[in-house]
């Protein structure tokens, strides 16, 4: 992983706590062949958000986190609702869940796919990026049950009902019983299993 910082600004500790977790995330949970062989990290004030970019080829997979701070008052400040390490979690997975939902979308009638009003106004409001988001948010809230303390969860699970996503719990449960072995994400075997959870019993 490389990780790019704009030459103004020193995040060195940021970027130390970024390198562990993207280990920890990379070696422990998920297994290798779903990611990118080139994953480079952007630290800028220039852009606002947080969000992720995939370029493919014949030969590789590009990827890029675009991370934006918050406020400045004498240094760069991250003051996001969720710690920074969550927010690189779930910017991680966008690389693999969005090109998995691509693959199998069109397998699925989402014509009539129910976005609750509370996600809409967060600004989800396309069938398919709320499908990604709910397996990602559910995916960040059972990393957090995974590594973190008790008392992490339930803050990181307040802040996706805050955003209107009040069926992660459920759907994290669902992932563990039928998506995992040996605490290894096994999305390409269950991922049509996944969708149709969502698709059918979240999205309702």
């Known amino acids: ?78 003051n996001y609702p969720e710690p920074i390490i969550h927010i690189l979690w779930h910017e991680i997975s966008h690389t693999i869940i969005n090109d998995l939902t691509e693959k199998y979308i069109n397998e699925f009638d989402i014509k009539n796919v129910k976005i609750p009003e509370n996600i809409k106004n967060t600004g989800y409001s396309i069938a398919e990026v709320v499908i990604n988001e709910y397996i990602i948010r559910a995916i960040v809230y059972m990393l957090v049950e995974l590594n973190e303390c008790e008392n992490s969860a339930a803050l990181q699970l307040e802040v996706e009902k805050n955003f209107g996503f009040t069926e992660v719990k459920n759907l994290k449960n669902y992932i563990i019983e039928n998506c995992e072995k040996n605490n290894k994400l096994l999305l390409d075997e269950n991922y049509r299993k996944l969708m149709k959870f969502v698709i059918n019993k979240i999205l309702k």
């Open 1 to 78: 992983m490389e990780i790019l910082v704009d030459q103004r600004i020193e995040l060195l500790a940021v970027i130390q706590t970024l390198s562990g977790y993207w280990d920890n995330f990379a070696q422990k949970y998920m297994k290798k062949s779903h990611f990118a062989s080139n994953y480079k990290i952007i630290i800028s004030p220039l852009i606002m958000g947080c969000y992720s970019i995939s370029m493919n080829n014949d030969l590789e997979k590009k990827c890029y986190q675009i991370m934006c701070p918050t406020e400045y008052n004498n240094k760069y400040i991250f």
